[in-house]
């Protein structure tokens, strides 16, 4: 790819997308209180790292869009390209399972709305088959609830609320 070439504004507005997040994740860590969290290391550690990580990631995203374009990218007329299942619409499976776990955590609970992501992101991989799907997502759910209730002692939203 040519290095000249002029500034790709949709990729220097993902790459801004990119280290506003990482902002918004810095911000929200420090509002944790440095006591919580393990004994080594407090639960604002893991957020800030994330939030640097993702810094610096949309940071060489920015600096890419500005030289010429995001380097590795398929081009269009790649066969390859044209094998990946899904495409925007797969995009937008996965985004919606990943909105719906944020609005339905608290009224259905956590393994319901965990089985509907992981149905949510097969069918955005191609899978045609959603009530097959959304069992494995509440199989593979189940156990990571009971481990982190009962084995860590880390309070997750209810298994399946009440009013169900």
């Not at 993902?14 to 969290?37: H, Y």
Request: proline content about 5%; hydrophobic content about 55%; glycine content about 12%.
């Amino acid at each position: 790819m040519n290095p000249t070439r002029r500034i790709l504004p949709v990729q220097l507005a993902i790459g801004l997308g990119v280290v506003a997040i990482s902002t918004v994740l810095a911000l929200g860590a420090n509002r944790f209180p440095e006591e919580m969290g393990f004994v080594i290391l407090g639960a604002h550690v893991y957020p800030y790292a994330l939030a640097v990580f993702l810094g610096v990631v949309g940071l060489l995203l920015c600096y890419q869009a500005v030289t010429g374009g995001f380097r590795e990218l398929a081009d269009h007329e790649d066969e390859s390209a044209k094998a990946l299942p899904g495409g925007k619409l797969g995009a937008a499976w996965v985004t919606a399972g990943l909105v719906g776990v944020a609005v339905l955590i608290n009224l259905i609970g956590f393994v319901l709305s965990a089985g509907l992501l992981f149905a949510c992101s097969a069918r955005g991989f191609g899978s045609r088959r959603p009530v097959r799907d959304l069992a494995i997502g509440i199989a593979l759910t189940l156990p990571i609830y009971w481990l982190f209730n009962a084995g860590l002692g880390v309070s997750l939203p209810p298994l399946i609320n009440a009013w169900i």
